[in-house]
């Protein structure tokens, strides 16, 4: 009977080692080949939607704790102009080109977004995205995300939504309440996993988010070494109010039924205040790095550009030129008018002369000398009332040239051309 128990404590043994140190592989696997991507998208101002005010602050909060706490290795973040059509597009592209089988990445979102009612088909409205809800120009739809993270090859992805996404894309997740132990994790980390905690938003997303609070609150206040999306779900479902959150599988990117997202806190956790100062010093560093490669080349072209306008257009002779036009402008108009009186007085009152002359033909006769003189006098009025006004219109356009020119030798002139929905001119010219 001894022999017995002896023999049955001994399998126990085994067991139990030999479940530990499947555990422990699993971690070591995890802590030296995997790395952990957290991509964080969140949209205030459109560029062609009225803004937001809420989605960069939640944003803020939640990456404050996520990654602060919890570990780790980089963070991609967009926001506003940066979270275009084609940036997104680029990061999932650096993403499938950058991650291993062993990687974790957690996917944040926070904006505008639509559902299409006739489809059931969810989509991003991103910082370039269209207006029209038939054209949907610049929308990301949950097809296409799901096309791009299936390109990504990682063992563990996950998307946190505060938008509208298409539940019909995924399978829901048993709401078990879990066994939070080394074997749960263990298993969670085995079994590959593509989870989605959706905020079960119907609308554009303008009222403030209960979801991110509570997501918040929960990793804040978590104390213990891991955590997974289902044990989130389950401590906030209860308390997200006015918002149906769903948590569920993406149904093609081979998600396994006891896959689990997990988050392990960091041992150190990391001052986001110093964080962010470094990051801004960094960027300051690469800006100016920047200004300095192409300082000296703006420099001396500004300089060649003086040199030429003095040269070619001193002061004096714009002045000049403004004189000599103002002069054409006066002389044109005075000639012009002189000219076109001339042309009236010829055919009001000297061409009803000859013609009256004409009509009578026997004053025709009898005085055709006179005829000759009043004749001669009509086509020698008509010719210079015509010269005249001619010499005036030249006049008035070589001072209008004269003034174009010397508006844009100062700069005067502007064209604008607006191409929207046509194509539109607009010169101006200051005198």
Not at 29 to 39: C, E, F, N, P, Q
Not at 278 to 284: H, L
Not at 297 to 306: L, M, N, S
């Amino acid at each position: 009977m001894k022999k017995i128990l002896l023999l049955a404590l001994y399998i126990l043994f085994i067991i139990d080692t030999s479940e530990s140190k499947i555990i422990k592989k699993v971690q070591k696997t995890a802590d030296i080949d995997g790395k952990s991507y957290l991509v964080i998208i969140a949209i205030d101002k459109y560029l062609n939607r009225l803004p937001l005010d809420r989605c960069i602050k939640e944003a803020g909060d939640f990456k404050n704790i996520v990654y602060a706490n919890y570990k780790f290795d980089e963070m991609i973040e967009l926001y506003d102009k940066d979270a275009s059509l084609n940036s997104i597009r680029e990061t999932f592209k650096t993403l499938q080109r950058i991650s291993n089988e062993n990687d974790f990445i957690l996917i944040y979102f926070n904006g505008h977004g639509y559902i299409d009612t006739a489809t059931d088909e969810g989509y991003w409205i991103v910082y370039d995205s269209g207006i029209n809800e038939q054209l949907k120009e610049n929308w990301i739809s949950s097809t296409e995300f799901i096309n791009m993270i299936s390109k990504i090859k990682s063992r563990h992805i996950a998307l946190i939504n505060e938008s509208c996404f298409s539940k019909s894309l995924l399978t829901e997740e048993e709401k078990i309440i879990p066994k939070e132990d080394e074997e749960y994790f263990a298993k969670s980390y085995e079994k590959k996993s593509a989870l989605a905690l959706l905020s079960g938003k119907k609308e554009t997303g303008a009222e403030e988010s209960e979801m991110t609070k509570e997501i918040v609150k929960s990793l804040k206040f978590n104390k213990k070494p891991q955590i997974d999306l289902l044990i989130i779900y389950n401590d906030i479902k209860s308390k997200v109010k006015g918002s149906s959150i769903f948590l569920g599988g993406f149904k093609n990117l081979g998600h396994e039924k006891e896959g689990g997202f997990i988050l392990s806190l960091r041992e150190d956790p990391i001052n986001m205040k110093e964080y962010e100062a470094k990051k801004k010093e960094a960027a300051s560093v690469d800006e100016k790095d920047k200004k300095k490669e192409y300082e000296k080349p703006e420099k001396k072209e500004e300089v060649v550009k003086e040199k030429k306008v003095i040269v070619q257009t001193p002061p004096d002779t714009l002045k000049n030129l403004n004189i000599t036009s103002l002069v054409f402008l006066i002389s044109g108009s005075a000639l012009v008018t002189v000219g076109s009186c001339m042309f009236i007085f010829d055919m009001l009152s000297v061409y009803n002369d000859v013609k009256d002359i004409i009509d009578n033909s026997d004053y025709y006769y009898t005085n055709y000398t006179k005829y000759e003189q009043r004749y001669e006098l009509f086509i020698a009025l008509f010719c210079s009332s015509i010269s005249i006004a001619g010499t005036g219109v030249c006049l008035l356009a070589a001072s209008l040239s004269l003034k174009i020119y010397t508006n844009i030798k100062k700069k005067q002139v502007s064209l604008s051309i607006n191409v929207r929905d046509k194509l539109e001119f607009a010169l101006c010219l200051k005198f």
